[in-house]
């Protein structure tokens, strides 16, 4: 699912540049073609014949297209200023000690503050959960009680590392006993102990599949 949100972004990118592009030209034409045909009535630009028409035609096309083109500009600054201000400005109000969060926007920086490592007990549902930072996803203080569930997520400029369980890491933080439910996850590092989900974009080996090496070599002993 993230793979095809990802394709599509981009594809809708490139369809958004081409469309960028047509807009400022083409009325640019369309603007010049009339002005170099109205423009023959006009006896200061009709004295210098089909020179005045056609310099009148590329004025117009020159000044429409820039236009335009400035207004694309501007239109695309504005989206890059918004999802800057998604990936560095202020999360919503929340309340720190509650145990279900719901259509949030949080940040790691505020789920853990600097020195802290740990987020427990907690339920995320439609929330966006917003980097940078690297966070381990399903640890769980007993095992042998429901496991943590993320479900129905999406990731976006997410890398997803599959780890040893007996490993520890020093940086991450690690949400416990924590449930996700339809959540974005955006600008971050996820680690996860178990690969459970093949539609996010994993930058690690499947380590269920084993070393393809060592397969062949225990074939040709047996």
Not at 137 to 151: A, E, F, L, Y
Request: charged share 20%.
């Amino acid at each position: 699912m993230a793979k095809f949100s990802q394709s599509m972004e981009r594809l809708l990118s490139v369809a958004s540049s081409l469309f960028t592009f047509s807009g400022s030209i083409v009325p640019g034409t369309i603007l010049g073609i009339v002005m170099a045909y109205l423009s023959q009535g006009v006896g200061l630009i009709n004295q210098f014949g089909a020179f005045g028409w056609i310099a009148c035609g590329l004025v117009t096309f020159l000044l429409t297209s820039m236009s335009f083109a400035l207004f694309a500009k501007t239109q695309l600054w504005r989206v890059e200023r918004r999802h800057r201000a998604r990936l560095d400005g202020e999360g919503l109000d929340f309340d720190p000690m509650a145990r279900v969060y719901q259509n949030k926007r949080l940040y790691l920086r505020d789920l853990a503050p600097l020195g802290r490592k740990r987020v427990n007990g907690k339920k995320f549902i439609n929330c966006e959960i917003i980097g940078p930072g690297t966070a381990i996803i399903g640890m769980n203080t007993d095992p042998s009680k429901r496991m943590s569930v993320m479900s129905d997520c999406n990731t976006y400029d997410v890398d997803c590392i599959e780890i040893d369980p007996s490993s520890q890491s020093n940086l991450a933080i690690g949400f416990w006993d924590c449930d996700f439910e339809g959540c974005n996850f955006y600008h971050m590092t996820l680690l996860f102990m178990g690969r459970s989900n093949d539609t996010l974009n994993w930058i690690t080996p499947d380590f269920r599949q084993g070393n393809l090496l060592e397969a062949q070599e225990h074939e040709q002993q047996s």
